[in-house]
Protein backbone atom coordinates (compact mmCIF):
# COMPACT_ATOMS: atom_id res chain seq x y z
CA UNK A 1 0.00 0.00 0.00
CA UNK A 2 0.85 3.64 -0.09
CA UNK A 3 2.61 5.48 -2.96
CA UNK A 4 2.68 3.88 -6.32
CA UNK A 5 4.82 6.26 -7.43
CA UNK A 6 8.35 8.03 -6.01
CA UNK A 7 9.14 11.25 -8.25
CA UNK A 8 8.38 12.56 -11.99
CA UNK A 9 10.98 10.83 -13.79
CA UNK A 10 9.36 7.16 -12.06
CA UNK A 11 5.84 8.91 -13.01
CA UNK A 12 6.47 8.09 -16.28
CA UNK A 13 7.29 5.02 -16.21
CA UNK A 14 4.52 3.63 -13.83
CA UNK A 15 2.44 5.27 -16.59
CA UNK A 16 4.39 3.45 -19.40
CA UNK A 17 4.52 0.15 -17.43
CA UNK A 18 0.40 -0.02 -17.21
CA UNK A 19 -0.04 1.14 -20.57
CA UNK A 20 -1.86 4.61 -19.57
CA UNK A 21 -3.84 6.59 -21.87
CA UNK A 22 -5.20 9.29 -19.94
CA UNK A 23 -3.27 11.91 -16.82
CA UNK A 24 -6.64 13.16 -14.95
CA UNK A 25 -5.47 16.03 -12.89
CA UNK A 26 -7.61 16.29 -9.66
CA UNK A 27 -8.15 19.51 -7.24
CA UNK A 28 -10.73 20.43 -4.62
CA UNK A 29 -12.86 23.33 -3.69
CA UNK A 30 -13.44 25.35 -0.78
CA UNK A 31 -16.69 22.92 0.00
CA UNK A 32 -14.24 19.94 -0.44
CA UNK A 33 -15.60 18.98 -3.84
CA UNK A 34 -13.06 16.88 -6.36
CA UNK A 35 -12.99 18.25 -9.69
CA UNK A 36 -11.09 17.14 -12.63
CA UNK A 37 -9.66 17.31 -16.23
CA UNK A 38 -8.47 14.85 -18.61
CA UNK A 39 -5.46 15.20 -20.37
CA UNK A 40 -4.33 12.25 -23.18
CA UNK A 41 -0.86 11.05 -22.04
CA UNK A 42 0.60 11.99 -25.47
CA UNK A 43 0.05 15.72 -24.57
CA UNK A 44 1.77 15.16 -21.09
CA UNK A 45 5.38 15.57 -20.80
CA UNK A 46 7.92 16.29 -17.81
CA UNK A 47 8.09 19.99 -18.31
CA UNK A 48 4.50 20.68 -18.23
CA UNK A 49 4.33 18.55 -15.22
CA UNK A 50 6.75 20.18 -13.15
CA UNK A 51 5.47 23.51 -14.75
CA UNK A 52 1.69 22.72 -14.30
CA UNK A 53 -1.05 22.80 -16.92
CA UNK A 54 -4.04 25.98 -17.43
CA UNK A 55 -7.15 25.70 -16.63
CA UNK A 56 -10.02 28.50 -15.83
CA UNK A 57 -10.80 29.08 -12.50
CA UNK A 58 -13.81 31.34 -12.76
CA UNK A 59 -15.92 28.32 -13.10
CA UNK A 60 -15.28 26.96 -9.74
CA UNK A 61 -17.27 28.40 -7.34
CA UNK A 62 -16.10 30.86 -5.33
CA UNK A 63 -12.66 31.30 -6.91
CA UNK A 64 -11.37 33.73 -9.74
CA UNK A 65 -13.58 36.42 -11.68
CA UNK A 66 -14.45 35.97 -15.10
CA UNK A 67 -11.51 38.39 -15.96
CA UNK A 68 -8.83 37.10 -14.01
CA UNK A 69 -9.76 33.17 -14.46
CA UNK A 70 -6.50 31.57 -15.89
CA UNK A 71 -5.00 29.90 -13.68
CA UNK A 72 -2.13 26.87 -12.96
CA UNK A 73 -2.65 23.21 -12.02
CA UNK A 74 0.53 22.08 -10.28
CA UNK A 75 0.58 18.37 -10.60
CA UNK A 76 2.01 16.29 -7.35
CA UNK A 77 3.90 13.11 -9.00
CA UNK A 78 4.15 10.96 -5.91
CA UNK A 79 0.18 11.10 -5.31
CA UNK A 80 -0.83 9.25 -8.88
CA UNK A 81 -2.75 6.21 -8.89
CA UNK A 82 -4.63 4.31 -11.70
CA UNK A 83 -8.17 4.72 -11.73
CA UNK A 84 -10.37 1.55 -10.75
CA UNK A 85 -13.16 2.91 -12.59
CA UNK A 86 -12.54 3.92 -16.21
CA UNK A 87 -12.66 1.97 -19.20
CA UNK A 88 -9.42 3.08 -20.36
CA UNK A 89 -6.33 3.13 -18.41
CA UNK A 90 -6.44 6.70 -16.75
CA UNK A 91 -3.74 7.47 -14.03
CA UNK A 92 -5.11 10.06 -11.78
CA UNK A 93 -2.79 13.01 -10.35
CA UNK A 94 -3.55 15.58 -7.39
CA UNK A 95 -2.96 18.74 -8.08
CA UNK A 96 -2.62 22.17 -5.77
CA UNK A 97 -3.41 25.41 -7.78
CA UNK A 98 -0.95 28.30 -8.44
CA UNK A 99 -2.44 31.90 -8.86
CA UNK A 100 -0.55 33.53 -11.97
CA UNK A 101 -1.28 37.23 -10.53
CA UNK A 102 0.61 37.13 -7.57
CA UNK A 103 2.78 34.57 -8.10
CA UNK A 104 1.98 32.02 -5.63
CA UNK A 105 -0.21 29.04 -4.42
CA UNK A 106 -3.37 29.86 -4.84
CA UNK A 107 -5.10 31.16 -1.53
CA UNK A 108 -8.07 29.62 -1.70
CA UNK A 109 -6.82 25.78 -2.53
CA UNK A 110 -7.79 23.92 0.33
CA UNK A 111 -4.41 21.68 -0.36
CA UNK A 112 -2.65 24.73 -0.59
CA UNK A 113 -3.89 26.22 2.67
CA UNK A 114 -2.53 22.84 4.12
CA UNK A 115 0.46 22.80 3.16
CA UNK A 116 0.76 26.60 4.55
CA UNK A 117 -0.33 24.83 7.80
CA UNK A 118 2.29 21.94 7.80
CA UNK A 119 4.69 25.26 7.26
CA UNK A 120 3.45 27.12 10.03
CA UNK A 121 3.95 23.83 12.62
CA UNK A 122 7.58 23.57 11.83
CA UNK A 123 7.79 27.65 12.28
CA UNK A 124 6.21 27.11 15.80
CA UNK A 125 9.06 24.53 17.17
CA UNK A 126 6.29 22.47 18.44
CA UNK A 127 6.44 19.67 16.23
CA UNK A 128 7.90 18.56 12.48
CA UNK A 129 5.13 16.43 11.62
CA UNK A 130 1.60 16.16 12.41
CA UNK A 131 -0.58 12.46 12.20
CA UNK A 132 -4.46 12.70 11.32
CA UNK A 133 -6.65 9.72 11.35
CA UNK A 134 -10.49 10.36 10.01
CA UNK A 135 -12.91 7.52 10.27
CA UNK A 136 -15.96 8.41 7.68
CA UNK A 137 -19.23 6.87 8.17
CA UNK A 138 -22.04 6.76 5.42
CA UNK A 139 -25.20 5.17 4.58
CA UNK A 140 -25.62 2.94 0.90
CA UNK A 141 -29.48 3.56 -0.02
CA UNK A 142 -31.32 1.61 -2.50
CA UNK A 143 -32.96 4.74 -3.65
CA UNK A 144 -33.36 8.46 -3.47
CA UNK A 145 -35.72 11.16 -4.61
CA UNK A 146 -35.82 14.79 -3.57
CA UNK A 147 -37.40 17.80 -4.89
CA UNK A 148 -37.21 21.05 -3.59
CA UNK A 149 -39.91 24.01 -5.63
CA UNK A 150 -41.66 26.86 -5.17
CA UNK A 151 -44.87 24.38 -3.87
CA UNK A 152 -43.35 21.46 -3.38
CA UNK A 153 -40.37 20.18 -0.91
CA UNK A 154 -39.78 16.94 -0.13
CA UNK A 155 -37.10 13.66 -0.13
CA UNK A 156 -37.35 10.09 0.23
CA UNK A 157 -34.65 7.52 0.82
CA UNK A 158 -34.95 3.59 0.71
CA UNK A 159 -33.07 0.81 1.91
CA UNK A 160 -34.13 -3.19 2.24
CA UNK A 161 -32.22 -2.35 5.48
CA UNK A 162 -35.36 0.38 6.84
CA UNK A 163 -37.41 -0.85 9.72
CA UNK A 164 -40.36 1.04 7.28
CA UNK A 165 -40.01 -2.15 5.15
CA UNK A 166 -40.82 -4.34 7.32
CA UNK A 167 -44.40 -4.87 5.25
CA UNK A 168 -43.34 -4.62 2.05
CA UNK A 169 -44.02 -7.41 -0.75
CA UNK A 170 -40.85 -8.01 -2.57
CA UNK A 171 -40.81 -10.13 -5.64
CA UNK A 172 -38.25 -12.10 -3.97
CA UNK A 173 -39.90 -12.62 -0.40
CA UNK A 174 -39.39 -10.38 2.76
CA UNK A 175 -37.26 -12.20 4.80
CA UNK A 176 -37.27 -9.90 7.91
CA UNK A 177 -34.20 -9.11 8.74
CA UNK A 178 -33.52 -5.83 9.62
CA UNK A 179 -31.24 -3.86 12.10
CA UNK A 180 -33.87 -1.60 13.25
CA UNK A 181 -33.09 1.86 14.81
CA UNK A 182 -30.37 1.95 16.16
CA UNK A 183 -29.93 -1.53 16.14
CA UNK A 184 -27.16 -1.57 13.43
CA UNK A 185 -23.26 -2.04 15.15
CA UNK A 186 -21.76 -4.98 14.59
CA UNK A 187 -24.83 -7.27 13.56
CA UNK A 188 -23.80 -10.82 11.39
CA UNK A 189 -25.66 -11.67 8.38
CA UNK A 190 -28.09 -11.54 7.00
CA UNK A 191 -28.74 -9.04 9.12
CA UNK A 192 -26.03 -7.30 8.30
CA UNK A 193 -26.83 -7.06 4.37
CA UNK A 194 -24.07 -4.71 2.91
CA UNK A 195 -21.05 -7.83 4.15
CA UNK A 196 -20.21 -8.38 -0.01
CA UNK A 197 -20.73 -4.87 -0.79
CA UNK A 198 -18.01 -3.03 1.87
CA UNK A 199 -15.79 -5.87 1.18
CA UNK A 200 -15.67 -4.93 -2.48
CA UNK A 201 -15.11 -1.27 -1.03
CA UNK A 202 -12.33 -2.65 0.72
CA UNK A 203 -10.14 -4.35 -1.77
CA UNK A 204 -10.86 -1.11 -4.14
CA UNK A 205 -9.63 0.97 -1.62
CA UNK A 206 -6.23 -0.75 -1.17
CA UNK A 207 -6.14 -0.86 -5.31
CA UNK A 208 -5.68 3.04 -5.32
CA UNK A 209 -2.94 2.95 -2.41
CA UNK A 210 -5.23 3.03 1.01
CA UNK A 211 -4.18 0.89 3.76
CA UNK A 212 -7.38 -0.59 4.95
CA UNK A 213 -7.81 -2.07 8.41
CA UNK A 214 -11.27 -2.84 8.89
CA UNK A 215 -14.94 -2.23 7.75
CA UNK A 216 -18.31 -2.52 9.63
CA UNK A 217 -21.91 -2.11 9.89
CA UNK A 218 -22.63 1.30 11.82
CA UNK A 219 -25.78 2.33 14.78
CA UNK A 220 -28.11 3.13 12.07
CA UNK A 221 -30.31 1.31 9.62
CA UNK A 222 -28.14 1.41 6.07
CA UNK A 223 -25.08 2.89 7.49
CA UNK A 224 -21.24 1.61 7.51
CA UNK A 225 -17.39 2.12 8.02
CA UNK A 226 -14.44 1.65 7.11
CA UNK A 227 -11.38 2.36 8.68
CA UNK A 228 -7.87 3.22 6.71
CA UNK A 229 -4.48 3.91 8.12
CA UNK A 230 -3.37 7.26 9.08
CA UNK A 231 -1.42 9.30 7.61
CA UNK A 232 0.31 13.36 7.88
CA UNK A 233 -1.99 16.24 7.24
CA UNK A 234 -2.24 16.30 3.37
CA UNK A 235 -1.87 12.97 2.95
CA UNK A 236 -4.77 12.36 5.47
CA UNK A 237 -6.35 14.50 3.60
CA UNK A 238 -6.12 13.51 0.11
CA UNK A 239 -6.96 9.89 1.69
CA UNK A 240 -10.43 11.02 2.24
CA UNK A 241 -10.76 12.26 -1.48
CA UNK A 242 -10.00 8.93 -2.37
CA UNK A 243 -12.03 7.25 -0.15
CA UNK A 244 -15.47 9.10 -0.78
CA UNK A 245 -14.33 8.82 -4.45
CA UNK A 246 -14.07 4.42 -3.86
CA UNK A 247 -17.21 4.40 -1.63
CA UNK A 248 -19.15 6.39 -4.24
CA UNK A 249 -18.12 4.29 -7.33
CA UNK A 250 -18.57 1.17 -5.69
CA UNK A 251 -22.33 1.79 -4.47
CA UNK A 252 -23.04 3.32 -7.76
CA UNK A 253 -21.68 0.41 -10.25
CA UNK A 254 -24.19 -2.24 -7.84
CA UNK A 255 -26.97 -0.02 -8.58
CA UNK A 256 -26.95 1.65 -5.17
CA UNK A 257 -26.15 5.10 -3.79
CA UNK A 258 -23.71 6.21 -1.22
CA UNK A 259 -23.64 9.34 0.74
CA UNK A 260 -21.81 10.70 3.84
CA UNK A 261 -24.26 13.39 4.42
CA UNK A 262 -24.42 14.03 8.16
CA UNK A 263 -28.15 13.18 8.78
CA UNK A 264 -30.09 11.88 5.86
CA UNK A 265 -32.67 9.66 8.06
CA UNK A 266 -34.52 11.34 11.17
CA UNK A 267 -34.48 9.66 14.20
CA UNK A 268 -31.75 7.36 13.55
CA UNK A 269 -28.05 7.86 14.10
CA UNK A 270 -25.98 10.34 11.58
CA UNK A 271 -22.45 9.85 9.54
CA UNK A 272 -19.51 11.72 11.97
CA UNK A 273 -15.89 11.90 10.89
CA UNK A 274 -14.13 11.50 13.66
CA UNK A 275 -10.54 12.93 13.44
CA UNK A 276 -7.78 10.99 15.53
CA UNK A 277 -4.58 13.60 15.80
CA UNK A 278 -1.34 13.36 17.73
CA UNK A 279 1.72 15.67 16.53
CA UNK A 280 5.43 14.49 16.74
CA UNK A 281 8.95 16.18 16.65
CA UNK A 282 12.38 14.45 16.30
CA UNK A 283 10.58 11.38 16.02
CA UNK A 284 9.02 11.71 19.28
CA UNK A 285 4.68 12.15 20.31
CA UNK A 286 4.81 15.18 21.81
CA UNK A 287 1.21 14.18 22.99
CA UNK A 288 2.57 11.16 25.31
CA UNK A 289 3.71 11.37 28.83
CA UNK A 290 3.40 7.95 30.97
CA UNK A 291 1.52 8.42 34.20
CA UNK A 292 -0.39 11.30 33.60
CA UNK A 293 -4.18 11.64 32.97
CA UNK A 294 -4.72 8.64 29.81
CA UNK A 295 -0.78 9.33 29.18
CA UNK A 296 -1.27 12.81 28.24
CA UNK A 297 1.52 15.32 27.86
CA UNK A 298 0.61 19.24 28.79
CA UNK A 299 1.25 19.91 25.17
CA UNK A 300 -1.73 17.84 24.44
CA UNK A 301 -3.83 18.76 26.78
CA UNK A 302 -3.32 22.18 26.06
CA UNK A 303 -3.86 20.89 22.26
CA UNK A 304 -7.21 19.94 23.24
CA UNK A 305 -7.82 23.50 25.10
CA UNK A 306 -7.37 25.32 21.69
CA UNK A 307 -9.46 23.23 20.10
CA UNK A 308 -12.17 23.45 22.35
CA UNK A 309 -11.66 26.81 23.31
CA UNK A 310 -11.99 27.80 19.65
CA UNK A 311 -14.78 25.29 18.35
CA UNK A 312 -17.96 27.48 17.84
CA UNK A 313 -15.72 28.91 15.54
CA UNK A 314 -13.76 25.86 14.20
CA UNK A 315 -17.33 24.21 13.71
CA UNK A 316 -17.39 26.54 10.94
CA UNK A 317 -14.84 24.44 8.72
CA UNK A 318 -15.65 21.06 10.50
CA UNK A 319 -19.15 21.00 10.59
CA UNK A 320 -20.06 23.34 7.03
CA UNK A 321 -23.31 23.03 6.49
CA UNK A 322 -26.91 23.13 7.79
CA UNK A 323 -27.92 19.40 7.99
CA UNK A 324 -24.23 18.94 9.97
CA UNK A 325 -26.34 20.20 13.04
CA UNK A 326 -29.32 18.19 12.51
CA UNK A 327 -26.84 15.43 13.97
CA UNK A 328 -25.21 17.12 17.07
CA UNK A 329 -28.54 16.98 18.61
CA UNK A 330 -28.82 14.81 22.04
CA UNK A 331 -29.86 11.20 21.57
CA UNK A 332 -27.73 10.00 18.76
CA UNK A 333 -23.82 9.95 20.02
CA UNK A 334 -22.92 12.97 18.61
CA UNK A 335 -20.85 14.27 20.61
CA UNK A 336 -21.73 18.44 20.67
CA UNK A 337 -20.61 18.84 24.59
CA UNK A 338 -16.65 20.53 24.63
CA UNK A 339 -14.96 18.33 27.23
CA UNK A 340 -12.58 15.61 26.84
CA UNK A 341 -12.61 12.34 27.91
CA UNK A 342 -10.83 8.92 28.04
CA UNK A 343 -11.85 6.15 26.57
CA UNK A 344 -15.43 8.11 26.96
CA UNK A 345 -17.08 8.26 23.66
CA UNK A 346 -19.92 10.89 24.90
CA UNK A 347 -17.18 13.36 25.31
CA UNK A 348 -16.72 15.66 21.85
CA UNK A 349 -12.54 15.07 22.64
CA UNK A 350 -11.59 11.26 23.35
CA UNK A 351 -8.61 9.70 24.23
CA UNK A 352 -8.49 6.60 22.66
CA UNK A 353 -6.58 3.44 24.77
CA UNK A 354 -3.69 2.96 23.65
CA UNK A 355 -0.47 1.40 25.05
CA UNK A 356 2.64 3.78 25.18
CA UNK A 357 3.55 6.63 22.89
CA UNK A 358 3.21 5.04 19.50
CA UNK A 359 -0.53 4.58 20.10
CA UNK A 360 -1.58 8.15 22.32
CA UNK A 361 -3.53 10.56 20.93
CA UNK A 362 -6.91 12.77 20.80
CA UNK A 363 -9.98 11.92 18.97
CA UNK A 364 -12.02 14.67 18.07
CA UNK A 365 -15.78 13.43 17.83
CA UNK A 366 -17.86 16.16 16.42
CA UNK A 367 -16.44 16.58 12.99
CA UNK A 368 -18.30 15.49 9.81
CA UNK A 369 -17.62 14.42 5.99
CA UNK A 370 -19.44 17.51 4.31
CA UNK A 371 -16.18 19.67 5.93
CA UNK A 372 -13.34 19.83 3.01
CA UNK A 373 -10.60 17.80 4.76
CA UNK A 374 -7.52 19.58 4.01
CA UNK A 375 -9.42 22.90 6.05
CA UNK A 376 -11.15 20.81 8.79
CA UNK A 377 -7.76 19.30 9.60
CA UNK A 378 -5.98 22.59 9.10
CA UNK A 379 -8.49 24.16 11.23
CA UNK A 380 -8.12 21.99 14.28
CA UNK A 381 -4.13 22.15 13.97
CA UNK A 382 -4.09 25.66 13.96
CA UNK A 383 -6.75 25.76 17.32
CA UNK A 384 -4.38 23.20 18.78
CA UNK A 385 -1.49 25.30 18.36
CA UNK A 386 -2.98 28.37 19.26
CA UNK A 387 -3.87 26.14 22.45
CA UNK A 388 -0.33 25.11 23.03
CA UNK A 389 0.50 28.35 22.62
CA UNK A 390 -1.57 30.22 25.20
CA UNK A 391 -1.63 27.29 27.16
CA UNK A 392 -5.64 26.90 27.38
CA UNK A 393 -7.53 24.04 29.75
CA UNK A 394 -9.97 22.31 28.43
CA UNK A 395 -12.81 21.63 30.86
CA UNK A 396 -12.41 18.23 31.92
CA UNK A 397 -11.53 15.50 32.07
CA UNK A 398 -15.41 14.05 32.24
CA UNK A 399 -15.76 10.65 32.56
CA UNK A 400 -19.65 10.02 32.99
CA UNK A 401 -22.03 9.34 30.74
CA UNK A 402 -22.62 13.12 29.39
CA UNK A 403 -25.27 11.76 27.29
CA UNK A 404 -27.64 11.29 29.73
CA UNK A 405 -26.95 15.09 31.18
CA UNK A 406 -30.11 17.43 30.73
CA UNK A 407 -29.37 21.01 28.81
CA UNK A 408 -30.12 22.37 32.21
CA UNK A 409 -27.70 20.00 33.73
CA UNK A 410 -25.00 20.88 31.16
CA UNK A 411 -25.86 24.64 32.02
CA UNK A 412 -25.08 24.04 35.51
CA UNK A 413 -21.81 22.37 35.06
CA UNK A 414 -20.66 25.30 32.85
CA UNK A 415 -19.78 23.00 30.40
CA UNK A 416 -19.52 24.51 26.84
CA UNK A 417 -21.47 23.15 24.07
CA UNK A 418 -21.11 23.51 19.97
CA UNK A 419 -22.91 26.26 18.03
CA UNK A 420 -26.21 24.29 17.53
CA UNK A 421 -26.97 25.88 14.28
CA UNK A 422 -24.31 26.98 11.09
CA UNK A 423 -25.35 30.60 11.07
CA UNK A 424 -23.93 30.41 14.80
CA UNK A 425 -20.74 28.78 13.68
CA UNK A 426 -19.88 31.28 11.21
CA UNK A 427 -20.64 34.47 13.84
CA UNK A 428 -18.28 32.87 15.43
CA UNK A 429 -15.91 32.46 13.19
CA UNK A 430 -16.51 36.62 12.33
CA UNK A 431 -15.01 36.91 15.37
CA UNK A 432 -13.12 34.71 16.38
CA UNK A 433 -10.48 34.25 13.32
CA UNK A 434 -7.10 35.88 14.94
CA UNK A 435 -5.57 32.32 15.40
CA UNK A 436 -6.46 31.36 11.69
CA UNK A 437 -4.18 33.91 10.14
CA UNK A 438 -0.80 32.73 9.74
CA UNK A 439 -2.02 30.69 7.64
CA UNK A 440 -5.48 31.71 6.20
CA UNK A 441 -6.05 34.80 4.40
CA UNK A 442 -8.37 37.86 5.20
CA UNK A 443 -9.84 37.26 1.30
CA UNK A 444 -10.06 33.69 1.88
CA UNK A 445 -11.88 33.54 5.03
CA UNK A 446 -14.44 36.36 3.72
CA UNK A 447 -14.99 34.10 0.77
CA UNK A 448 -15.75 30.98 2.49
CA UNK A 449 -17.78 32.68 5.12
CA UNK A 450 -20.09 34.71 2.27
CA UNK A 451 -20.04 31.39 0.37
CA UNK A 452 -21.60 29.02 3.15
CA UNK A 453 -24.49 32.46 4.27
CA UNK A 454 -25.53 32.18 0.42
CA UNK A 455 -25.13 28.52 -0.78
CA UNK A 456 -26.08 27.16 2.72
CA UNK A 457 -27.75 29.59 5.82
CA UNK A 458 -29.84 31.99 4.04
CA UNK A 459 -31.13 29.44 1.43
CA UNK A 460 -31.72 26.87 4.41
CA UNK A 461 -33.71 29.24 6.12
CA UNK A 462 -36.07 30.67 3.53
CA UNK A 463 -37.51 27.16 3.16
CA UNK A 464 -40.22 25.95 4.79
CA UNK A 465 -40.07 22.11 5.69
CA UNK A 466 -42.86 19.56 6.31
CA UNK A 467 -42.60 19.78 9.80
CA UNK A 468 -43.39 23.11 9.74
CA UNK A 469 -46.57 22.14 7.55
CA UNK A 470 -47.58 19.82 10.40
CA UNK A 471 -47.07 21.92 13.01
CA UNK A 472 -48.26 24.85 11.59
CA UNK A 473 -51.20 24.74 9.13
CA UNK A 474 -53.96 24.73 11.42
CA UNK A 475 -52.75 27.29 13.64
Given at each position: MGKFVKDVDDFFKYC????????DLRFTDIKGAWHHVTYRMSAINKENLINGLPFDGSSIEAWQPINRSDMILKPEAETAFLDPFT?????????????????????????????????????????????????NEFFVFDDVRFRDDTNSSYFRVDSEEGEWNSDTKYEHGNMGHRPRTKGGYFPVQPTDSMVDL?????FMLEQVGLEVTLGHHEVAQAQGEIGIKFGTLVEAADNVQKLKYVIKMVAHLNGKTATFMPKPLYGDNGNGMHVHQSIWKNGKNTFYKEGEYANLSETARHYIGGILHHAQSV????????????????GFEAPSILTYSSQN?????????????MAT?????????????????????????DGIKNKFEPVGPMDEDLFELSLDEIREKGIPQMPHTLREALEAMIKDQEY???VMSDLFLKTFKDYKFETQVWEDEARPTAFEYMSTYSC
Open positions: KDNEVEFVADATVVVFCDVYDIYKGEMYEKCPRSIAKKALKHLAETGVGDVAYFGPERAEMMAAFTNPTTNSYKRLIPRSASCRIPYGAGERIEMRFPDSTSCPYLAFTVMLLAGLLKP
